[in-house]
């Protein structure tokens, strides 16, 4: 790989599309998205588009850096215990674990999105959320088949990008092949919002079932009215979309879920996933790691943001020593907070958004419980994005503050959905901060 700037990163294509006629986008997109969340206006009605090079560039630090994260987990320690007792993980908070630590360890890394910022140097990997219960890919695989359509009717070039359902179906085909069983599979979710949650399961469904895989849909708490007898859970492979912190923080209620498996459903992803989805593995990796090669050391340098767990010790930062807490006191404004597990930016703090006494305080505790990891803030490079605002029409282009979400499934980095918001200051771009969805396309050759 080589680096590439920011300001090329971009590059010519990040004008906005006008061949795209705005109340058709914005029309399709919305229809197409009813149901899930995100979905309605403001929209935008044009995608983003990037140079190749750019693209590819993005996607292969993907895959590069995701397998750097489940090498970091493997070295931790040689069993799933010892690993989750180095992060510093509940093993209560984790009840899927088995003692098949080959299957742990190779079904814990296949399914994951990255949230990457563009900095004036290029990309910049701030977290991976990793298993199967990450959110974006439905939203991603329905915007980019809208964008499909409409380049088609729009007479242009096609607007090409891996069906990431097909690389999904793929995945589950293969594993059933290892288990010796015919590819069926059984998903368990859950969402708060059923009108959302409905949808949401059902676009899943359909597309793996159109990829060849007989699919089907258990919320978490009607598991125990689908599952069956032992036999038939036996020749099913359990797709796990919950989060063990969400159903936590919800009041879900796992122990279906741990029943099935212990029924004989094996279930996918494995445990593990949680281990190398901690926040934590970006941060060691930021450190650097004595097995890690000069290249290794490189790439992680390059593309993501000076990181490290939260305690009480002395670091290096920008070619100095420093006592960590001090310095990240001292210069809170350059510094964000993330709960090592936390999701949908729950934990996550950005010293520019709290007072100065606020701030002290949460990096005192943040010391105190070794939960947490600092890092430093990613100014990003604003990219145009062209909006219609409601179902009158009106359009206007935005400085889109944006976070890129490449996917990575079974190895293979596929497709990347973009979530842009106004914000004139670093935040977590999400719901609450009025983000909204766009699609990434390498430009046509």
Not at 137 to 157: K, N, Y
Not at 162 to 182: K, Q, S, V
Not at 389 to 398: I, N, Q, R
Request: glycine share 8%.
């Amino acid at each position: 790989m080589t680096s590439t700037v920011a300001r090329s990163w971009f590059g010519s294509h990040a004008d906005p599309d006008r061949r795209f006629d705005a109340a058709r986008a914005a029309e399709t997109i919305v229809a197409d998205m009813r149901g899930v969340s995100m979905g309605g206006y403001p929209v935008a009605v044009s995608p983003v588009v990037v140079p190749r090079k750019s693209y590819r560039y993005l996607l292969d630090a993907t895959t590069r850096l995701l397998d750097l994260q489940r090498r970091t987990v493997i070295n931790l320690a040689s069993d799933s215990h010892g690993r989750m007792a180095a992060l510093g993980l509940d093993p209560r908070l984790h009840p899927r674990a088995t003692d098949d630590e080959a299957y742990e360890m190779r079904y814990c890394a296949e399914m994951a999105r990255a949230d990457v910022l563009i900095a004036e140097e290029g990309p910049r990997f701030v977290e991976f959320n990793v298993g199967a219960s990450f959110g974006g890919m439905v939203q991603f695989d329905i915007h980019r088949r809208a964008w499909q359509r409409l380049s088609a009717e729009a007479g242009g070039p096609e607007l090409s990008s891996p069906d990431p359902f097909a690389l999904y179906a793929r995945l589950i085909t293969g594993i059933c092949a290892e288990l010796g069983i015919d590819p069926s599979a059984l998903l368990v979710g859950s969402l708060e919002d059923p009108s959302v949650s409905n949808r949401f399961f059902d676009h899943q469904v359909e597309r793996l079932r159109a990829h060849g895989v007989p699919t089907r849909f258990a919320r978490l708490d009607q598991l125990p009215d689908v599952m069956g007898p032992p036999a038939a859970l036996a020749r099913l492979l359990g797709l796990v979309h919950v989060c063990e912190n969400e159903a936590q923080a919800s009041g879900w209620d796992l122990s279906a879920l741990v029943t099935a498996l212990r029924s004989g459903l094996r279930m996918f992803p494995s445990q593990t996933t949680r281990l190398v989805d901690s926040k934590k593995v970006l941060a060691l990796l930021s450190e650097g790691l004595p097995w890690m090669s000069a290249e290794e050391r490189a790439l992680v340098r390059r593309v993501v943001p000076w990181s490290r767990l939260m305690g009480d010790r002395r670091t290096e930062w920008r070619g100095k020593r420093y006592d960590l807490p001090r310095l990240v006191v001292e210069r809170q404004e350059l510094f964000v907070l993330k709960g090592a597990s936390g999701f949908s930016s729950e934990e996550v703090h950005f010293g520019t958004r709290i007072s100065p006494r606020q701030w002290a305080e949460l990096v005192e505790s943040a010391v105190r419980s070794e939960y947490y990891v600092v890092q430093e803030i990613v100014p990003v490079v604003r990219h145009p994005v062209r909006v219609m605002l409601d179902g009158s029409g009106e359009t206007e282009t935005v400085s889109a503050n944006s976070v890129l979400s490449p996917f990575s499934i079974g190895g293979a980095a596929t497709g990347c959905l973009v979530r842009f918001d106004r914000a004139t200051e670093p935040g977590a771009i999400t719901v609450r901060s009025g983000a909204r969805l766009a699609c990434l396309f390498a430009a046509p050759v």
